[in-house]
């Protein structure tokens, strides 16, 4: 049904629409999705060759441009101009959600500013469908993006994250999967859990759970374990409660957190004991994961 040429596209009102796309499976799109890419005047899209299998296989036969990182300077002025027309156009990444690790941040800041419409057309992100299924904590995490490409550089940015104390997520190629993850041993706590998920709602999907100290056993069974695109879930430092608050304070925060939600029993025992939201937080929030 989806995949119909002959559906009827209703006007799409005048916008920029941030529409997001299959990150493998092309199933994975929204009827929403395919509808609104087949009824905007214009698709903006990171690489037009790379899309066109998609928007064929939607019968979506809308002009489409590129606008990737290298011409997104230039591109931004006449698209914003097309946006104060009245026109509608269409961000569409070669995968995921747009602007997440992709272009179109320059656009979408300078259309806010000028008070044009912005719409999110939600759908697959590798980010949150990696977290998702990792089993690790996901009421707070971090998404960091790729790691920089050089070892010290590397080894520098992870060393900003090991104290982090929510799930870090972070993207990473195939061409740097083993020097990442060598890195990260080095780094990390051999006790901290790791998730490695390759090629996410492709053929070949993986998903592995290991502790950092396994890093080494992951690549020895499977001799493509390094091919394709990575989503690495890293577990956050775990508080130590005992350090963190006092008795009195932790058997406060004990007591509220079996009636009132996270939010409102920290809110309390701040009010209760004096000490410091921040401390009170992490402290539930590890009692919780436990």
Same mark, same amino acid.
């Not at 990182?69 to 104060?84: G, I, S, Y």
């Not at 005992?242 to 406060?252: N, P, S």
């Given at each position: 049904?989806?995949?119909?040429?002959?559906?009827?596209?209703?006007?799409?009102?005048?916008?920029?629409?941030?529409?997001?796309?299959?990150?493998?499976?092309?199933?994975?799109?929204?009827?929403?999705?395919?509808?609104?890419?087949?009824?905007?005047?214009?698709?903006?899209?990171?690489?037009?060759?790379?899309?066109?299998?998609? $928007? +064929?296989?939607?019968?979506?036969? #809308?002009?489409?441009?590129? *606008?990737?990182?290298?011409?997104?300077? %230039?591109?931004?002025? /006449?698209?914003?101009?097309?946006?104060?027309?009245?026109?509608?156009?269409?961000?569409?990444?070669?995968?995921?959600?747009?602007?997440?690790?992709?272009?179109?941040?320059?656009?979408?800041?300078?259309?806010?500013?000028?008070?044009?419409?912005?719409?999110?057309?939600?759908?697959?992100?590798?980010?949150?469908?990696? $977290? +998702?299924?990792?089993?690790?904590? #996901?009421?707070?995490?971090? *998404?960091?993006?790729?790691?920089?490409? %050089?070892?010290?550089? /590397?080894?520098?940015?992870?060393?900003?994250?090991?104290?982090?104390?929510?799930?870090?997520?972070?993207?990473?190629?195939?061409?740097?999967?083993?020097?990442?993850?060598?890195?990260?041993?080095?780094?990390?706590?051999?006790?901290?859990?790791?998730?490695?998920?390759?090629?996410?709602?492709?053929?070949?999907?993986?998903?592995?759970?290991?502790?950092?100290?396994?890093?080494?056993?992951? *690549?020895?069974?499977?001799?493509?374990?390094?091919?394709?695109?990575?989503?690495?879930?890293?577990?956050?430092?775990?508080?130590?409660?005992?350090?963190?608050?006092?008795?009195?304070?932790?058997?406060?925060?004990?007591?509220?957190?079996?009636?009132?939600?996270?939010?409102?029993?920290?809110?309390?025992?701040?009010?209760?004991?004096?000490?410091?939201?921040?401390?009170?937080?992490?402290?539930?929030?590890?009692?919780?994961?436990?």
């Amino acid at each position: 049904m989806i995949k119909s040429s002959t559906a009827i596209s209703s006007p799409t009102e005048p916008g920029l629409y941030l529409v997001s796309t299959p990150i493998g499976n092309l199933a994975d799109i929204s009827y929403r999705a395919v509808e609104i890419l087949r009824s905007v005047d214009l698709i903006a899209a990171e690489d037009t060759r790379h899309s066109q299998r998609l $928007l +064929s296989e939607y019968a979506i036969t #809308t002009t489409c441009i590129s *606008f990737h990182d290298h011409n997104e300077t %230039t591109m931004t002025p /006449r698209l914003l101009k097309e946006l104060q027309q009245g026109r509608s156009i269409a961000v569409i990444s070669d995968a995921g959600t747009p602007l997440i690790r992709d272009p179109g941040y320059q656009l979408v800041h300078q259309a806010q500013t000028m008070k044009i419409k912005v719409i999110p057309v939600p759908g697959c992100c590798a980010a949150i469908a990696a $977290l +998702s299924a990792s089993g690790l904590a #996901t009421d707070r995490f971090v *998404f960091a993006g790729y790691p920089p490409r %050089t070892q010290s550089a /590397r080894q520098l940015f992870l060393q900003q994250l090991v104290d982090e104390t929510g799930t870090v997520i972070l993207y990473e190629s195939s061409h740097r999967i083993r020097s990442c993850l060598s890195d990260i041993a080095c780094v990390y706590p051999d006790s901290r859990m790791l998730v490695v998920a390759r090629e996410i709602t492709k053929r070949y999907e993986s998903i592995h759970r290991i502790a950092v100290s396994e890093i080494d056993s992951l *690549f020895k069974d499977d001799v493509y374990a390094d091919k394709g695109e990575f989503v690495l879930v890293l577990q956050g430092k775990k508080t130590d409660v005992g350090d963190v608050l006092d008795a009195k304070t932790q058997e406060i925060l004990n007591l509220l957190l079996e009636e009132c939600s996270v939010k409102t029993a920290v809110e309390l025992t701040a009010k209760l004991s004096g000490e410091r939201k921040k401390i009170i937080y992490q402290t539930a929030l590890e009692i919780r994961n436990n």
